[in-house]
C-alpha cells in the first residue's frame, strides 16, 4: 500500500496505544494461570496476535472481544495441539521458545524469514549444553526436549528477550534457577517490565545486583484482571510531531511507568541542541524516530546502535537511505550513527517503509513537514493497525494508493 501525505501541522489529542511489550508479557501471564484471566487494553496488531496464537497452539483458550481478552490458561505447558506461528514477531518467537522446551513432544514454531534469521544462539547454546534437539532450517524452528534448572549465564547485549523468555519457564520446573547475565545489559527496563508483570501474577524473581536473578521453582502463575498501560515506544511518534512544532497532546501513559523508551521526550529536546550524543543502547526501538527528528533538526550522533541491525530491517541503513531523500546525509559506524545537519526539503522521489513499521512511521513524521508518498505503509499493522486513522484525527490528510 502506498500512502501520500500533505504537509501539515497536527492538532489535537491522541491516546497512546496500549503498550505492546506489556501486553505480550501479560498475556502470556494470563496463559500460563491455571484458570481465567482478563486482560484489557489489547490492541490487534499483528505481534500480539501471533502471541495469541501460539498460547492457543500451546492449549489456552481466549476469547476476544472489544480491546479485552478471556483468557483460560494452561499452567504448565505440555505438548503442543498444532505448531507455533510467530509471524514477525521478535518478542513472540523468543518468548515461547524455552516454553517449547516442556514435555517430551516435538515443537515446531514458524516466523518469517527475516524473523528466523534474527540471532538465536543463547537458545541453541542453551540446548546443545543440555541435549534439547534445535533446529533451525531458515523456514521453521523445531526443538524437542525438557529444559533443566540451575544456572544460567547469558550475554546481555544481544537482547534481553532471551533473559525474557527464560523468566517464562524457569518458575514453572520442579528446581530453583539463577540467571547470571554477562554485562553490559541493554534494554534493563524490559527486564524489569517483565518481573513487575510477574509479580501481578504472583511469581517472584529475587534480584542480586544487577546482574544476577534468582528463580525459585516450583512456583505457579495466579489469574488476574489486569490492564494494559499505555505505550512510551508508539506514543514517540506523536511525541515526535510535538517536539517538531505541532501542537499534539498524548493521554493514557503512565507517569511511574517503567518502559525504557519513555525517555523520548528527554532525548527529543537534547535534539534541540547543534549535533548532540545521545546513547540509544537502552532504548534501541526510538532509533528510527530519532534520527528522523535529528534530521528536521540539527543533527545528532547516536551511539549504542549495533543492534538496529537486526530488527525488521537493518535500521541504520533503512533511515540512512530515506533520509538522504530529504537532503541529510547519514553515516554508519559499528556502533555509531552520524545523522549530519543537511538541507532538509521535500523527497522528489518515493520513499520506502522497508516492511518495517518503526520505520514508516518515522517517515510519516517527517511528511508532515514536507509532504511525500511512502510504499509499503501497511507495515504498520505489525504494531499499530490504527496509525494512519490518528493521525488523520490529528488533521493530517491522507491519501491511500493500493499497488
Request: proline share 4%; glycine share 10%; with cysteine.
Amino acid at each position: 500500500m502506498r500512502v501520500t501525505i500533505e504537509k501539515s501541522k497536527p492538532t489535537g489529542t491522541v491516546a497512546a496505544p496500549p503498550s505492546k511489550s506489556m501486553a505480550h508479557r501479560l498475556l502470556i501471564c494470563g496463559g500460563l494461570s491455571k484458570g481465567r484471566s482478563i486482560v484489557h487494553g489489547i490492541a490487534p496488531s499483528q505481534d500480539i496476535l501471533a502471541t495469541l496464537d501460539c498460547l492457543k497452539s500451546l492449549g489456552a483458550n481466549y476469547t476476544y472481544d472489544g480491546d479485552t481478552v478471556i483468557i483460560d490458561g494452561i499452567g504448565v505447558p505440555g505438548s503442543a495441539k498444532e505448531a507455533l506461528f510467530c509471524r514477525e514477531s521478535g518478542s513472540t518467537l523468543r518468548f515461547f521458545l524455552p516454553l517449547c522446551m516442556f514435555g517430551d513432544d516435538e515443537k515446531t514454531l514458524y516466523g518469517s524469514e527475516t524473523l528466523l534469521k534474527r540471532p538465536l544462539d543463547v537458545y541453541k547454546d542453551i540446548c546443545n549444553k543440555q541435549g534439547i534437539k534445535f533446529d533451525n532450517d531458515g523456514k521453521r524452528i523445531t526443538v524437542s526436549g525438557k529444559l533443566a534448572f540451575g544456572e544460567y549465564l547469558v550475554p546481555g547485549d544481544i537482547s534481553s528477550q532471551f533473559i525474557t523468555g527464560l523468566l517464562f519457564a524457569l518458575p514453572l520446573l520442579d528446581g530453583d534457577s539463577i540467571i547470571k547475565v554477562i554485562p553490559p545489559i541493554e534494554s534493563l527496563s524490559y527486564i524489569n517490565m517483565t518481573i513487575d508483570a510477574f509479580r501481578t501474577f504472583g511469581v517472584e524473581v529475587c534480584r542480586e545486583g544487577e546482574n544476577t536473578f534468582i528463580i525459585k521453582g516450583n512456583q505457579s502463575f495466579k489469574p488476574q484482571e489486569v490492564w494494559v498501560e499505555g505505550d512510551y515506544s508508539n506514543a514517540a511518534f506523536f511525541g515526535a510531531m510535538r517536539s517538531l512544532g505541532s501542537d499534539v497532546n498524548i493521554t493514557g501513559l503512565k507517569n511511574d511507568s517503567l518502559q525504557g523508551d519513555k525517555v523520548y521526550e528527554e532525548l527529543f529536546a537534547v535534539l534541540d541542541e547543534g549535533m548532540p550524543g545521545v546513547d540509544i543502547s537502552d532504548c534501541p526501538d526510538l532509533g528510527p524516530i530519532l534520527f528522523a527528528v535529528a534530521a528536521a533538526k540539527n543533527g545528532g550522533v547516536f551511539t549504542g546502535t549495533k543492534r538496529l541491525r537486526i530488527k525488521e530491517s537493518d535500521r541504520g541503513a533503512a533511515m540512512a537511505e530515506e533520509l538522504r531523500k530529504f537532503g541529510v546525509s547519514v553515516e554508519i559506524e559499528e556502533e555509531r550513527i552520524i545523522v549530519n545537519r543537511g538541507n532538509f526539503h521535500k523527497p522528489d522521489v518515493m520513499l520506502c517503509g522497508h516492511n518495517d513499521h518503526r520505520i514508516v512511521m518515522s517517515l510519516c513524521v517527517l511528511l508532515t513537514l514536507v509532504g511525500g508518498t511512502i510504499d509499503g505503509a501497511e507495515a504498520v499493522n505489525k504494531s499499530m493497525p490504527d496509525f494512519f486513522d490518528k493521525i488523520k484525527q490529528l488533521g493530517v490528510e491522507v491519501k491511500y494508493e493500493a499497488v
